[in-house]
């Protein structure tokens, strides 16, 4: 957004631009070192908010009005309400399947079909194949993340490795799928068509995939030993002894994947699988519902409706004898996922204010000026797609602000679109969870219960992803010249005028 008081406003200087970002990363060490495990409850977002406290007064101090500094930060955390109704639709759905059964279930046919040794590996092709069916990761992790992370806490198998092997799948599906919102987005901000994008996309995605499958598969063999000697068949009856264990439990997991591939917005359909599951609690477990509304004085239908309610908003605690299981099933409710729509919120105001004032566009440009050559400038989008997804917290301005930033500079150096919407695909949408305050590492976070630098470490695809893609522009392969059909505007010929026009979505002014 660019201020309406051009007289009175002048570009950031680097050290302005920087100094609320070099505050931001200094907090947030502190934080992590002062509170461990934790400091995503809280003190993660007080870092944030500080650092936009930094960054509005800078801006102020540059002749940004305060009236204009709020309104960019109220449409900078509006484009994330999608995604906090998702979370808390996420978060009921886990507290209702949690006391419907249907995760128990899921852990229960699971343990009869999915071995140790492939356990990794299968559950990332697994959520790779639904991925691409839907074009919806964070379907997939709520769905059946959700169920594959208690198989894994059932066999003793690694929650961080199993986090990741479904957020490395997840985002396979969410990067080649054509029913891909962020796939679509990076074809259309380059102004390119999805097929093509997606073609371009499997020089990358085909043999890195395969490459972290090979990783995982090493790492189930090596995790069979630890894992052998738990007796599945006791295991089972457990579960048994505890829920009823039936396929009519999972009947909301098959409803929300057709409703998404039925291109139903992720909140509603997520929702409706949650209140579906509730419903489900009442028919399948009656005597555990009425027991969670912990009111022996109602009539059994108000007592199965206020336990169901309950479950949506706070989560389902069961009692079930066995301190394993409850673990498994004591979770969810629309609660359990406020501090991480706290922290989407710190995150998304400190990004937009850099964006608002310009000290985004200062940070950047300087790198753009070094990016002569093909490769460098491959090089140089891509850390740009990461450092907006640390810098504005969100997949979507990961991927449109560098596409509307670089388009023009790929134009003018004689290469097809198709090369930039591969680098806003391997970049921008994938290394998005990440970043422990993106929206998308937030919500992986917060619905596989694994902290993001816990399980960062084994996201193999996601790492490897924006590292292939500069490896190839570096040596120049498959760096597609443009085609004549493609230049579809003049481009500004002055490295000047490319700086003008890269600088003016943040403020800049001439």
Known sequence: ??????????????????????????????????FGDVSSEGA????????????ALIGRWIGHPWSEIKEAVTDGVSVAIGAMLILLSVGALIGTWSMSGTIVSMVYYGLEILSVKYFYVATCILCALVGMSIGSSWTVAGTLGVGLMGIAATLHLSPEITAAAVISGAYVGDQMSPLSDTANLAAAVVETEIFPHIRHMLWV???????????????GIRSEEAAGAINL?????VLESSFTISPVTLIPMVVILVLALRKIPASISIFSGALLGGIIAVVIQPEAVQRFADDPDLPAMLASLKGVWKALFGGYAADTGFPGLN????RGGMNSMLDTVWLIIAALTFGSILEHCGMLGRILAPMLKRAQSAGRLVATSTLTCVGCNVMMADQYIAVALPGRMYRTVFLRRGLSPRNLSLVLGASG??????VPWNTCGAFMAATLGV???DYLPYCFFNLLSPLVVVAFGLIGFRILPL????????????EGAILEHVMEPFGRQR
């Open 451 to 453: 902290a993001t630098r």
């Open 1 to 34: 957004m660019i201020s309406r008081n051009n007289n009175r406003v002048r570009p950031p200087t680097l050290l302005e631009a920087a100094l609320p970002v070099v505050i931001l990363v200094g907090l947030l060490a502190l934080s992590i070192f002062l």
């Open 429 to 434: 949408t994938i290394t998005s969870p990440l």
């Open 327 to 330: 673990a498994l099933v004591s």
């Open 44 to 55: 993660n977002q007080v870092a944030l908010l500080f650092a936009s406290m930094v960054a």
């Open 233 to 237: 068949e006791e295991v089972q009856r």
């Open 483 to 494: 085609e004549g059909h493609e230049a579809k505007e003049e481009v500004p010929q002055a």
């Open 205 to 219: 995605t085909v043999p890195i995939f395969v490459l972290s499958c090979g990783i995982f598969y090493f790492l």
